[in-house]
């Protein structure tokens, strides 16, 4: 394999064109990834989008059926496994019951005879914060302590490329919110290259610094957690990462100010060029619940406004942080609007008719797709 083209400087790892089958089912679809040295990149999507399969393919523990995977400029498609400067951190920690945490951190330094074995060890311990356990068994460790052993296992190998498989998935939410902080942590302090599997979209976004959307073995959209969220290309991704009010409308005409004239459902809303995937035909229209806002009595929205209704409050939850409204407009569909909680302010009650409100500037335009649905 000498006639591929060598990956950009900085890349830990490129995936190029790589599509797997298993039979006749296509599991991965011509996938192509780059990913810079350094960085926190995350695969997410639903279960069975392939994102396993292609974190397996660059682990060597399966082979592309067309493609090629590079590791630190390398090509590593026809290598084995344990020829890959790769660690992967599974769900399941997989610790040796009869070693102390210690000796399960050195276990696979001492078998490559690597010098300075206690140093490193002690150093993985400390990055994780379980110097104090060193000489306990994992079966008298907590679930995420566990986890912690099992990431400095891999920590001390230095590997180009740490491979993060749902590593948090056994652990109960509050423990899977604090180390998702803690991953993040030690990923900057120690500036490894890491690549996260997970269908958890808050995860993706707390820790990642680029997110890769996959779905049905493609990648949907690739960018930053921000980036996704707030500018999503597809009704998918749109979806898949938080609410997004889609409705499905035609483009009538262009606009000053860079705008689309949209009409849904009979109502005008305007639309950024910019925010917009085509400037002409059909689009799904829609807004983040949390841009949206219930208009008082009697008020008129702002130039700068987008307007639907009115429509029938015929939900209200109270989280803490925000009141989350579904608003029923005829013609249209159900509406989340979600309303930071400030002091002294009356929100509506079910069955209230209300307008919603939201600025122009956060509408999207998005390209619909058939298992879209919102979620
Ligand atoms: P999950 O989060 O559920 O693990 P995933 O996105 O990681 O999902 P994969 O495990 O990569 O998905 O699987 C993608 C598809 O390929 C699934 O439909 C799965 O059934 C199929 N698949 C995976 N491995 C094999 C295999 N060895 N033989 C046949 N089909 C497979």
Same mark, same amino acid.
């Given at each position: 394999r000498h006639t591929t083209t060598p990956a950009p400087a900085g890349a830990a790892l490129e995936v190029v064109g790589v599509t797997k089958r298993f039979g006749a089912f296509v599991a991965v679809d011509d996938l192509t990834l780059t990913v810079p040295s350094g960085s926190f990149f995350a695969l997410l999507? &639903?279960?069975?989008?392939g994102k396993t399969t292609t974190l397996r393919m660059v682990a060597g523990l399966e082979q592309p059926t067309v493609g090629s995977i590079s590791i630190g400029g390398r090509d590593v498609t026809g290598a084995r496994a344990h020829q890959r400067p790769v660690n992967t951190v599974f769900?399941?920690?997989? +610790?040796? &019951?009869? +070693?102390?945490v210690a000796e399960n951190v050195g276990f696979g330094l001492r078998r490559r005879r690597v010098a300075d074995v206690a140093a490193r060890v002690a150093e993985g311990l400390d990055l994780v914060e379980l110097g104090h356990l060193a000489d306990r068994r994992p079966a008298l460790l907590s679930g995420g302590q566990q986890q912690r052993v099992a990431l400095a296992r891999a920590l001390v190998n230095r590997p180009a490329l740490l491979l993060l498989d749902e590593p948090l998935g056994a652990l109960d939410l509050k423990l899977r919110r604090q180390m998702q902080l803690e991953l993040k942590r030690i990923q900057t302090e120690v500036g490894l290259t890491f690549v996260h599997v997970t269908h958890d979209q808050e995860e993706a976004m707390t820790m990642a610094d680029t997110v890769a959307v996959m779905n049905k073995g493609q990648i949907e959209q690739m960018g930053a957690p921000a980036e996704l969220y707030e500018h999503p290309r597809t009704a998918f991704v749109a979806n898949f990462l938080g609410r997004s009010n889609l409705v499905p409308g035609t483009v009538v005409e262009r606009l000053d100010g860079d705008l689309l004239g949209v009409d849904v459902g009979g109502v005008r809303v305007r639309v950024p060029a910019a925010r917009a995937v085509r400037a002409e035909g059909a689009v799904l229209v829609g807004a983040r619940p949390e841009k949206m806002r219930l208009l008082a009595e009697g008020e008129e929205p702002a130039a700068t406004e987008n307007a639907v209704g009115p429509g029938t409050v015929v939900d209200v939850s109270f989280t803490g942080v925000s009141t989350q409204y579904e608003v029923r407009v005829p013609g249209l569909g159900t509406f989340g609007v979600f309303a930071q909680n400030l002091s002294g302010r009356a929100g509506a009650a079910p069955g209230d008719q209300v307008r919603l409100a939201w600025a122009v500037d956060f509408t999207f335009g998005l390209d619909g797709r058939d298992d879209a649905a919102e979620g």
């Open positions: 999507g &639903p279960s069975g989008c769900q399941s920690y997989a +610790l040796f &019951p009869h +070693l102390t």
